[in-house]
């Protein structure tokens, strides 16, 4: 996931978006690979939930592959994310195995969290992803505090905290972009406006038009991007992971997206019309977006972009044949990690 | 070390605490409201900014919530953060990190991370700052798992709690009476840890158990004192720790002198009595009791301003002298 400064670019026109110009041609392919990986792993996760092999609920992002994609392209191994229950394209854009994130849908020992979080506290801290999180707003004080053992132990790591429109009303929100701005720390404030909150549209619950907006009463940069185009997340990311390292503190990034699937598995989706939810999946699509992208600058054409599509639905399969195969936990480990040392 | 004891206030003792754990450990920092140059509202960080400079004292804004949840991550990537709280009542604006983050992550993520934060509460009643700065939510705490709840009554114990805390890889909430601050005891120097989650026998007695926290067992003290003179003899626990709760020398205890009376300042009902008195219900030493437990707990009021009214909602000496009479006589 490491980017090199310079990179040498696809072709040699310095007309081309950002992404193209700055990446090499197997980082490209790789984020496609990613953005497919989400795509496939989210549509397999609500085929085994509909099928009964995973219970609870979830929370799919679906149509917002770029914005995870594209805010982590310029991160590091060791850069340091929170999530939230919309996170499982978090947490695979951040490096994680769909193999373990599988057992943990299933409840399985394997899974990440050992079967004690499931979806909505999905997590690889091994990859520097401390958690999706099932407080609206929780994970973005807890980022903060990330960046503040960077400043601290000068140990040169990014922290990027996601989190929804929803959560931009939260005091949390408000309280850590303060902090952080205060004390000038290593963070970036990365808001997926997907335009609802649950099913309240943010015109109807939020008094800015721009979730960025709010980054000026805080005194740092608010850059609103097109959130499926995976060049300009990118490029907002990169400038603001950037601005992190040199010490200049944190930024505030608005993804404009789109979910296409309901806000939860509950969702009878009267708050949105056919027709808007068409038009999202139908011309704005970020993963159709980038593959033509791909092909128009002769970066990957459509049997290499079938290839990556293929892989992934092997790699999808595997993983869920892993999490079948796993053990689940005994129920006489119940209490294990409650406490460090066991009580 | 060394093993020097002199006499400290309570303040002095956790000032010295953080100091020697600040001394020690370039990831210990503190967090809180007003801590810095002002010293904290009860100064009990003191003059530390000055030996330990802005970036290790660190004056948090007014945002409790946030403050903590700063806390919790840097707890969780490698910092270990002392967050003082500028009174306990202030908890209910930080719930959210301290039940469902600081206390759940390490078992979300399956045991991935720790969460070695510290949090300081100053606590309770007697200071006439009335109903939203005198409480004991103690117990509201002490119901979550993933969390230690500590209440170290004496200035030996915070100093020893403290350290012990901060040693500890899982968040510990440390309850600490305003009025304890100013009493003063024996405090060896050094590093010394004073193990969480074991209580203390302050007075040994035949007749009465008396399992008291806080500032509670200062007043059991002084209860038993006047029972003495009665001839009735009175053990004096010191619960120490709310979670996890020393419950075999509280059974032990009851088993020698077949009646208990549990002392504490939280609203007593569906508190830390309550606990004790299952606990006990639930033992072998219920066969062995001779009289129904009694709780005296604070008023089922809010803490008001006025002194006598103020005295009047939680126990004071004459109604646990009065309690324990009567229980130890037989009148109830």
Redesign the interface.
Same mark, same amino acid.
Do not use: F
């Given at each position: 996931m490491t980017a090199p400064a310079t990179a040498p670019a696809a072709t040699d026109s310095t007309n081309l978006p950002f992404l193209y110009r700055h990446y090499p041609r197997e980082e490209l392919l790789g984020a496609l690979r990613r953005m497919h990986l989400i795509r496939r792993f989210e549509e397999a996760a609500e085929e085994s939930y509909m099928r009964g092999l995973i219970h609870g609920t979830m929370h799919l992002s679906i149509g917002q592959e770029a914005s995870a994609v594209g805010i982590c392209l310029p991160l590091t191994r060791e850069d340091q994310i929170t999530s939230t229950h919309r996170g499982h394209g978090h947490c695979i854009a951040k490096g994680a195995d769909v193999s373990r994130m599988f057992a943990e849908f299933f409840g399985k020992t394997t899974g990440y969290c050992g079967g004690r979080g499931g979806s909505m506290h999905i997590a690889d801290v091994s990859t520097g992803n401390l958690g999706a999180n099932g407080i609206v707003g929780g994970g973005i004080p807890i980022a903060v505090g990330a960046a503040l053992t960077a400043k601290r132990l000068r140990t040169g790591k990014v922290a990027v905290s996601f989190f929804g429109d929803g959560a931009n009303n939260e005091g949390a929100f408000h309280e850590a972009l303060n902090m952080a701005s205060v004390w000038k720390l290593p963070v970036v404030f990365v808001c997926e406006n997907n335009g609802y909150g649950m099913s309240t549209s943010t015109e109807r619950s939020t008094a800015v038009p721009n979730i960025a907006d709010r980054a000026a009463a805080y005194a740092m940069p608010g850059v609103i991007v097109d959130g499926n185009d995976l060049s300009a997340v990118a490029q907002a990311s990169h400038e603001a992971v950037e601005r992190a390292r040199r010490g200049e503190g944190p930024s505030l990034i608005e993804c404009k997206t789109y979910r296409h699937r309901g806000h939860s598995k509950s969702d009878r989706n009267r708050y949105r019309t056919k027709d808007e939810i068409d038009d999202w999946m139908a011309n704005r699509d970020p993963i159709a977006r980038y593959e033509a992208q791909l092909s128009e600058f002769g970066i990957a054409g459509a049997a290499e972009i079938e290839a990556v599509r293929l892989a992934v639905r092997a790699e999808i399969d595997a993983g869920i044949e892993f999490a079948k195969a796993s053990p689940a936990p005994a129920t006489a480990d119940l209490a294990d990690y409650v406490y460090t040392e066991q009580q | 070390m060394s093993t020097e004891v002199r006499e400290l206030s309570y303040s002095q003792a956790i000032q010295e605490a953080m100091a020697i754990a600040l001394e020690a450990d370039?990831?210990v920092?503190l967090m809180g409201e007003d801590i810095g140059v002002y010293g904290g509202a009860f100064q009990v960080t003191g003059d530390l900014i000055e030996r330990f400079g802005p970036?290790r004292v660190m004056d948090?804004?007014i945002?409790e919530?946030?403050? @903590?949840?700063?806390?919790?991550?840097? @707890?969780?990537?490698?910092?270990r953060?002392i967050f003082e709280f500028q009174f306990s009542d202030f908890a209910t604006l930080a719930m959210?990190?301290i039940v469902?983050?600081a206390a759940k992550?390490?078992?979300?993520?399956?045991? @991935?991370?720790?969460v070695p934060v510290v949090m300081r509460f100053p606590a309770g009643s007697g200071t006439g700052a009335a109903a939203q700065h005198s409480q004991s939510l103690e117990a509201w705490l002490g119901h979550v798992?993933?969390l230690?709840v500590i209440q170290p009554a004496t200035p030996h114990d915070a100093k020893g709690m403290l350290l012990a805390a901060v040693a500890d890889?899982?968040p510990v909430m440390i309850f600490e009476h305003k009025l304890l601050y100013k009493m003063k005891g024996p405090v060896p120097e050094g590093h010394y840890t004073v193990p969480i989650g074991k209580a203390a026998i302050r007075r040994s007695g035949t007749d009465l158990t008396i399992v008291a926290t806080s500032i509670m067992v200062h007043k059991a003290l002084e209860a038993a004192e006047t029972l003495a003179a009665e001839g009735i003899d009175v053990e004096v626990v010191d619960l120490r720790s709310i979670r996890?709760m020393d419950s075999a020398t509280i059974i032990a205890s009851v088993i020698k002198t077949h009646r208990l009376l549990c002392v504490y300042e939280g609203v007593k009902t569906l508190g830390i009595g309550a606990e004790i008195s299952a606990m006990i219900a639930e033992s072998e030493a219920f066969d062995r009791l001779d009289a129904p437990i009694v709780r005296l707990g604070g008023a089922e009021t809010p803490i008001p301003y006025n002194p006598e009214l103020e005295k009047a909602a939680v126990p004071q000496v004459p109604g646990i002298v009065a309690a324990a009479r009567d229980l130890v006589r037989g009148v109830r």
């Open positions: - | 370039e990831r920092v970036e948090t804004p945002s919530l946030g403050g @903590a949840g700063v806390a919790v991550g840097a @707890a969780v990537t490698g910092l953060p959210e990190q469902n983050q992550m390490r078992y979300m993520l399956g045991g @991935a991370v720790s798992p993933g230690k890889p899982d996890p």
